[in-house]
Nanobody, 115 residues
């Protein structure tokens, strides 16, 4: 079955950087639309950034200019580079793949921004 495995979450100080990775198996990131979502305690899950098979990108207004989504088709991996992190970026970050009408989710990785 499709597997999405996130990694890279950590505790970081405000203003710091992190890079999240999402390794996909049994689904091709060159064909699927991939996205990073996040869910903070007590809040709904929200889209952070997405990238299509053709590498078109989309970002939430709250992260524009700070986060960058990218992918490596050969490694079948999607990345989220997060710079200038703020405490309000604290959340569990999830990777999602959308392909032929179905959504697939990873288990999530915790990002905590705190001094």
């Amino acid at each position: 079955q499709v597997q999405l495995v996130e990694s890279g979450g950590d505790l970081v100080q405000p203003g710091g950087s992190l890079r999240l990775s999402c390794a996909a198996s049994r689904i091709s990131v060159s064909l699927a639309t991939m996205g990073w979502y996040r869910q903070a305690p007590g809040k709904e899950r929200e889209l952070v950034a997405s990238i299509t098979g053709g590498a078109s990108t989309n970002y939430a207004d709250s992260v524009k200019g700070r986060f960058t989504i990218s992918k490596h088709d050969v490694k079948n991996t999607v990345y989220l580079q997060m710079n200038l992190l703020k405490p309000e970026d604290t959340a569990v970050y999830y990777c999602k793949a959308y392909y032929i009408g179905r959504n697939y989710w990873g288990q999530g990785t915790q990002v905590t921004v705190s001094s």
